[in-house]
C-alpha cells in the first residue's frame, strides 16, 4: 500500500496554530471520498467456498428493527447503543477540559517537540497513509489493538510469509484457527486475536458472501459506526481507526498513550473510561487537530519521562510546563471576561 506522510500542512489548521511540517497531506473531508478511493487499484477478492451466501450489503445488521438481537447480537446492540448516546456530544458535558486555546498550545508544543518522531514514524513503509478497503482496515485495526505498533507489523510480516498478503482471507479461512495463531504468534496475544480475527471473516461471509465491505464509504457516520461495531473484537477505539484511516472521517481516536496523558493532564474526569474519553476529546478537539494531535500525543506518550506508561512519580513533564505557561500568557493578555482556569 502506497503511503505517505500524514501531518498537517497550513491547509488544516488555522493562523493561530502555526504549522511547521514540510510534507504534505490531503485533507480527508467527505467530499474527496469518492475521489480518493477511485485513485486505488482494487485487488481481485475471489468470493469466499460458500457462493450461495446471501449478499446483504444493503441490509441493516439486524434485520428486522422490531427483532431483539441475541447472543452475539445483543452484544453488538450494546456497543453500538452506548456509542450512539455520545455520538455527537461529550459524555461529561459540564467538565471545562480541554478547551480550543488547551489543544492549539498543545499542538504548537507538541509538534516542535515530536514532528521528526512522528514523520520518522510515517517513513515506515509497513505504516499506511491510507488503507483504501475497509476489511483490510478493520484487519489492521485488529492486528495493531492493545499492542505496540512494532508487534503488529511482526504479525504482518509473518502473515505475509505464511498466506502471501494479510489480506488473503480465502486463505487464511481454508488454512483454519491453528494455522492463523501460529502465523500471529511473532506479535503477541496470538490466541485472542486469531479468534477474533478468525470470526469477523465468518461474520463478513455470513452477512455479504464476499469480503467487500466498502459500501461503508458511502454511508453517513452513524451507518458506518453500527456496522463496524457490530464486529466481534470492534470497539469504539478500533472503529475510530477504520473511520480514520480508511473511510475518512476525521474522528479523534485516544489509544492508551492518548487516555494515559488525558488523564495526567485533566483532560478528562478521574473516572473516565477510554470510551467515555474517547467520546469526550472526539466532541471538544477541534477537528483541524484531531489527526495531527492524535499521533503527537502518541509520540510524547512514548519519549515523556513524566508521561509515558510506568512512570514514576517526581518527575516533571517539560511540555506540559510549557503549554501552561504560553496558556498563562494568552490569558494575561485575554479580555477579564475570555479568562479561563489553566490546568
Not at 478547551?99 to 521528526?116: F, G, I, K, M
Not at 505504516?127 to 482496515?137: H, W
Request: proline share 7%; hydrophobic share 35%; net charge positive.
Amino acid at each position: 500500500m502506497r503511503r505517505s506522510t500524514r501531518l498537517a500542512t497550513s491547509a488544516r489548521i488555522s493562523p493561530s496554530v502555526p504549522s511547521k511540517v514540510t510534507k504534505s497531506y490531503v485533507s480527508p473531508a467527505s467530499s474527496d471520498k469518492k475521489q480518493s478511493r477511485q485513485s486505488k487499484t482494487r485487488p481481485t477478492r475471489k468470493p469466499p467456498p460458500d457462493s450461495s451466501l446471501k449478499k446483504e450489503s444493503d441490509q441493516r445488521v439486524y434485520g428486522d428493527q422490531d427483532s431483539k438481537p441475541e447472543g452475539d447480537g445483543r452484544l453488538a446492540e450494546q456497543k453500538w447503543q452506548s456509542w450512539k448516546s455520545t455520538a455527537t456530544s461529550s459524555p461529561f458535558p459540564d467538565f471545562p477540559s480541554p478547551t480550543p486555546a488547551d489543544c492549539e498550545e498543545t499542538y504548537s508544543v507538541l509538534n516542535q517537540r515530536h514532528r521528526a518522531a512522528v514523520e520518522e514514524e510515517f517513513s515506515d513503509p509497513n505504516t499506511p497513509e491510507t488503507i483504501p478497503f475497509v476489511l483490510d482496515a478493520m484487519m489492521v485495526a485488529l492486528l495493531s489493538q492493545a499492542t505496540s505498533w512494532s508487534n503488529a507489523k511482526r504479525a504482518m510480516n509473518s502473515m505475509k510469509a505464511t498466506y502471501g498478503s494479510v489480506f488473503a482471507y480465502d486463505a487464511i479461512m481454508a488454512g483454519g484457527k491453528q494455522k492463523l495463531e501460529a502465523a500471529l504468534r511473532p506479535g503477541g496475544l496470538h490466541v485472542r486475536k486469531s479468534t477474533l480475527i478468525y470470526s469477523m471473516l465468518q461474520q463478513v461471509r455470513e452477512r455479504h458472501g464476499k469480503w467487500d465491505l466498502d459500501y461503508l464509504f458511502e454511508a453517513s457516520d452513524e451507518e458506518a459506526m453500527k456496522e463496524l461495531l457490530s464486529y466481534k473484537g470492534i470497539g469504539p477505539k478500533c472503529a475510530f481507526v477504520v473511520m480514520s484511516w480508511c473511510l475518512k472521517r476525521n474522528p479523534f481516536t485516544v489509544d492508551t498513550h492518548v487516555f494515559r496523558i488525558a488523564g495526567l493532564w485533566g483532560w478528562v474526569p478521574a473516572k473516565a473510561t477510554r470510551e467515555k474519553a474517547q467520546a469526550h476529546l472526539d466532541a471538544t478537539v477541534p477537528k483541524k487537530l484531531k489527526f495531527d494531535l492524535h499521533f503527537l500525543l502518541i509520540a510524547h506518550g512514548r519519549e515523556c519521562p513524566a508521561c509515558r506508561g510506568g512512570s514514576k512519580g517526581g518527575v516533571v513533564c517539560e511540555a506540559r510546563k510549557e503549554i501552561r505557561a504560553r496558556l498563562s500568557a494568552r490569558e494575561e493578555s485575554s479580555p477579564s471576561s475570555d479568562k479561563q482556569k489553566v490546568w
